[in-house]
């Protein structure tokens, strides 16, 4: 079962995607050129603070409002979850952060494949109006 997003979260994230404020990066939060992946999109319309990271950690640190800086781990922190998921209070337990998977047709053959929304923006080139496109209708 997918967790929806809260709604109000859902329709910031998928307009901000479409509304070409946003140039798109790879493989990080954020790019060196000042670019954000669709997951660093959401981090920034939440009002996070996100910064390359510093020598030694590979992902970009995110700040969450009155929370302290942590290393994104390429993913959605912890300190973020109940800005984004409804009851989300404790949940998940574990430490790393989400990257939401979503079922999708990746090729000719038709078959669904199950993926992360950064799989999509990484490796498979996804626009940001295709990925919206996703989270509109899945999450």
Not at 48 to 65: D, F, L, N, R
Not at 74 to 91: C, E, L, R, T, V
């Amino acid at each position: 079962m997918t967790v929806k997003l809260i709604p109000e979260v859902k329709k910031v994230w998928v307009d901000a995607l479409r509304s070409g404020r946003y140039q798109q990066a790879y493989q990080d939060l954020i790019g060196k050129d000042g670019g954000h992946c669709c997951l660093g999109v959401l981090i920034a319309e939440l009002g996070c603070k996100i910064e390359k990271s510093c020598a030694g950690v590979p992902y970009s640190v995110v700040t969450a409002p009155g929370k302290d800086p942590v290393d994104s781990d390429g993913a959605i922190p912890p300190a973020i979850f109940h800005m984004i998921y409804p009851n989300s209070d404790g949940w998940p337990n574990e430490q790393a952060g989400i990257n939401p998977r979503v079922e999708v047709v990746l090729d000719e053959d038709g078959q669904t494949h199950g993926v992360m929304l950064s799989e999509l923006n990484d490796d498979y080139g996804w626009t940001f109006e295709q990925i919206a496109d996703v989270i509109e209708e899945q999450l």
